[in-house]
T-cell receptor
């Protein structure tokens, strides 16, 4: 069983460029979560999506950031006009169900995309 | 906002000893808690979880204890091995969103 896949693993962008981060959830998982992790810090929730729906984007910056999870294909986290402060590791996690529904199904993380803004 | 903090940012233990990593959470409404292990350059890996209707849960070499009265969570690792060296995060959720602590870095001394 393939786990959560993220690509690219490393992404370098210059200030002002766009960054697109992709996440393919585990097979059978319809819920995707994006997190940002700064060095020496914990994971900060950004957005929670189901197929074609944004459920909770309370952790997403209001400008330049957007996320989607189309009916077909991976979930995309898009950062427009990147700035140096966007440099971080971005992790995607997936789960099959609403997390509150069961204690055995939880969210599984991908390996992350490390974004460096020059 | 929510806050999940860890009492000790770093922990060093001798190989073979037991490790205890602590976590304080702030949201009384949180009903589900998870411990994750994150090795350098990798994504967090699920270790063990516990629901608020339990106070203890055991896995292979790991035990999670939950004290709802003082909003405290701990992870116990038995017979710690060099492969256990990593950063350990606790996470809590009152619903859809998870809140993670900063993490405790565990170093196992051979």
């Amino acid at each position: 069983n393939a786990g959560v896949m993220q690509n690219p693993r490393h992404l370098v962008r210059r200030r002002g460029q766009e960054a697109r981060l992709r996440c393919s959830p585990m097979k059978g998982h319809s819920h995707v979560y994006w997190y940002r992790q700064l060095p020496e810090e914990g994971l900060k929730f950004m957005v929670y999506l189901q197929k074609e729906n944004i459920i909770d984007e309370s952790g997403m910056p209001k400008e330049r950031f957007s996320a989607e999870f189309p009916k077909e294909g991976p979930s995309i986290l898009r950062i427009q006009q990147v700035v140096r402060g966007d440099s971080a590791a971005y992790f995607c996690a997936s789960s099959p169900l609403l997390l509150a529904a069961t204690s055995t199904d939880t969210q599984y993380f991908g390996p992350g995309t490390r974004l460096t803004v020059l | 906002g929510e806050s999940v903090g860890l009492h000790l940012p770093t922990l060093s233990v001798q190989e073979g000893d037991n490790s205890i990593i602590n976590c304080a959470y702030s949201n009384s409404a949180s009903d589900y808690f998870i411990w994750y292990k994150q090795e350098s350059g990798k994504g967090p890996q699920f270790i063990i979880d516990i629901r608020s209707n339990m106070d203890k849960r055991q896995g292979q070499r790991v035990t999670v204890l939950l004290n709802k009265t003082v909003k405290h969570l701990s992870l116990q690792i038995a017979a710690t091995q060099p492969g256990d060296s990593a950063v350990y995060f606790c996470a809590e959720t009152p619903g859809n969103q998870f809140y993670f602590g900063t993490g405790t870095s565990l170093t196992v001394i051979p």
